[in-house]
């Protein structure tokens, strides 16, 4: 699977938009970029996955470069609630998609008032 | 709807000793995982299942067994409890290929293992 880098921290204004990079460079052409985060000692929350189109729900949008080598998770009006760890994962795609997934040690996301 | 469960939530033991962790989904989800993550550090998988009766090694198995007779179940044991083992256990679980949104892994509140 593709290796991901993700910078450690970063710090966003409440109501701001917050968007969250990520390198995959060596990503393949059968491989979905997801993201998850997780709010302190809680488990790990699926927030949204793409393959090339720029995808958005409830929660965020993913917008992937034409290249396919780096992602941005954009979280529109970040709220104090959104403070977290976020990690971006990349896996293959088909029947196994979205198992055997490898987190990293993923951006810290501080939502300042 | 009780959705995923882990247990105990918390628990101390000693070195040497064996030590299973339960994880139970109400959702009759097909894939299960354990993962464990260590103080300031991402989750590792451990183990995973596809199915009852179904198990695969994750990234650091050594030291654990699993079994899963029943598809809502899928204890984790130390046979031997070391001090490395001290980390926060998370299980999870996800729904077959379709649709959609069988893409995405739930994950209990997990379990807050140390080893004395």
């Known amino acids: 699977d593709a290796k991901t880098t993700q910078p450690p921290s970063m710090d966003c204004a409440e109501g701001r938009a917050a968007n969250l990079p990520c390198n995959h460079s060596?990503?393949?052409?059968?491989?979905?970029v997801y993201w998850y985060r997780q709010i302190h000692s809680q488990g790990p929350q699926y927030i949204i996955h793409?393959?090339?189109n720029n995808e958005t729900n409830e929660m965020a949008s993913l917008i992937i470069t034409e290249d396919r080598k780096s992602s941005t998770l954009i979280l529109p009006h970040a709220t104090l609630r959104d403070t977290a760890v976020y990690y971006c994962?990349?896996?293959?795609?088909?029947?196994?998609?979205?198992?055997?997934?490898?987190f990293g040690e993923g951006t810290q996301l501080t939502v300042n008032p | 709807d009780a959705g995923i469960t882990q247990s105990p939530r918390y628990k101390i033991t000693e070195t040497g000793r064996q030590v299973t962790l339960m994880c139970h989904q109400t959702w009759s989800h097909s894939y299960m995982f354990w993962y464990r993550q260590d103080l300031g550090h991402g989750l590792r998988l451990i183990y995973y299942?596809?199915?009852?009766?179904?198990?695969d090694k994750g990234e650091v198995p050594d030291g654990y067994v699993v079994s899963r007779s029943k598809t809502e179940n899928f204890p984790l044991t130390l046979e031997s409890a070391t001090r490395s083992q001290t980390s926060v256990y998370f299980c999870?679980?996800?729904?077959?290929?379709?649709?959609?949104?069988?893409?995405?892994?739930?994950f209990g509140p997990g379990t807050r293992l140390t080893v004395t």
């Open positions: 060596t990503i393949s052409g059968n491989e979905y």
């Open positions: 299942s596809a199915a009852a009766d179904i198990t």
């Open positions: 999870a679980s996800k729904p077959g290929l379709v649709p959609r949104s069988s893409y995405e892994q739930y």
């Open positions: 994962i990349v896996s293959p795609k088909g029947e196994t998609s979205g198992s055997r997934l490898t």
């Open positions: 793409g393959l090339k």
